[in-house]
């Protein structure tokens, strides 16, 4: 498989923990993203999910219920 050329990994173990959200916005903007899809931890979803949408982006995640 290949990997996107333009995938932003970032390693936390070389630079520490970063702040998702700074990160993910500069990116929604320079996209011009209508809608945000996350992948992560339980947490963090919750934490972007309602960045997003205070910032009036549509965001969507899986649902850590059982």
Do not use: C, H
């Not at 916005?25 to 209508?34: D, G, I, M, N, R």
Request: glycine share 6%; net charge negative.
């Amino acid at each position: 498989a290949e990997l996107d050329p333009s995938a932003v990994i970032i390693d936390s173990d070389e630079y520490g923990r970063q702040d998702m959200m700074d990160i993910s916005w500069s990116l929604v903007k320079e996209f011009e993203a209508e809608a945000v899809f996350i992948v992560s931890t339980p947490n963090l979803v919750r934490k972007l999910v309602y960045g997003f949408e205070a910032r009036g982006i549509p965001a969507y995640g899986p649902v850590f219920d059982s």
